[in-house]
């Protein structure tokens, strides 16, 4: 494996989560205050950064370059990985009920369904297959 596609693939692959990371959150200040960002920073440059290094990541990478960066290990899930799903979990559900709480009775169901989603999705990812 040529070393050039490795070294891109790191470079894209830690652009992509830094660029992502960054957007959701100006993007969350931009919905939380209407003109927070937008006054200063054009949040489309950044999705286009987002793309661009998602898409080069996905390009450069093959299974010989997975099985060499592996170094997770799987682990037991813990009450603090609960815990913290939990809390993420209500912050969602507070988030879409805050955008949309004009639809009254309808957005408590909606935000408690979001909730639920969250909590499965994150333990369906972080169970160990055994």
Do not use: C, P
């Not at 494996?1 to 894209?12: C, E, G, L, S």
């Not at 898409?55 to 170094?71: C, F, H, R, S, Y």
């Not at 949309?100 to 009775?105: A, F, P, R, S």
């Amino acid at each position: 494996m040529k070393i050039w596609k490795v070294r891109i693939h790191f470079i894209a692959k830690e652009m992509f989560q830094y660029s992502l990371i960054t957007y959701l959150l100006l993007l969350l200040a931009e919905t939380l205050k209407q003109g927070l960002v937008s006054f200063f920073f054009n949040l489309n440059i950044l999705l286009v950064v987002v793309l661009f290094s998602g898409i080069i990541m996905v390009l450069t990478q093959n299974e010989k370059l997975d099985e060499a960066l592996k170094t997770q290990e799987h682990h037991k899930l813990k009450t603090s990985d609960v815990e913290y799903i939990i809390i993420l979990a209500a912050g969602g559900a507070l988030l879409v009920w805050f955008k949309t709480k004009d639809l009254g009775v309808l957005a408590i169901i909606i935000s408690i369904l979001t909730v639920i989603i969250i909590i499965l999705l994150s333990l369906l990812v972080l169970i160990d297959k055994e």
